[in-house]
């Protein structure tokens, strides 16, 4: 059996060789997601929806407050679970945030799917053939927003230099 582990051996490390090799030979390493450049976007198409909106800027995000007639909402790009807790302090006097992500609402940060995604949109992105990665976005709205009502476009990230 000695030969069935060094053939699996030689097997990671082959996996280990292509995978780290594409990434230190890939375009674009210093590439970083600006999750910040869709707050102005988001304020368009929501003005666009009869919303008066703004941007709030945070210490590591920012933030699109937004409202029509009772209507009250406060949403921002959430790529990781960093900072919720402080979103969730904000927004207290509203229900429970919501996440969307590629047209979905859930109660939970979509882990696995955006996970892995995010991962392939990332390298198409350092390789040029991807404009920006899709990232979830947290909303809370007040009860009386319908949000499945609401266009909050595709939210993709754009990359930027470091």
């Known amino acids: 059996m000695p030969s069935r582990r060094a053939a699996f051996s030689l097997l990671v490390v082959a996996g280990l060789a292509i995978t780290l090799g594409a990434k230190a030979l890939a375009p674009n390493s210093d590439l970083q997601l600006d999750e910040t450049a869709y707050s102005p976007t988001l304020v368009t198409l929501l ?48 229900p429970a945030p919501a996440f969307r992500y590629r047209g979905a609402w859930s109660q939970d940060f979509p882990r696995g799917r955006y996970e892995i995604l995010s991962r392939l949109q990332w390298l198409g992105v350092r390789y040029g053939m991807v404009q920006g990665v899709e990232i979830p976005l947290l909303v809370a709205a007040s009860r009386e927003c319908n949000l499945s009502k609401i266009d909050f476009g595709s939210q993709r990230a754009p990359a930027r230099g470091s």
């Open 47 to 94: 003005r666009g929806q009869g919303f008066a909106a703004t941007i709030e800027p945070r210490a590591s995000n920012s933030d699109v407050v937004a409202a029509r007639g009772a209507c009250r909402l406060r949403a921002r790009m959430q790529g990781a679970l960093f900072g919720l807790a402080a979103f969730r302090y904000i927004t207290q006097d509203l």
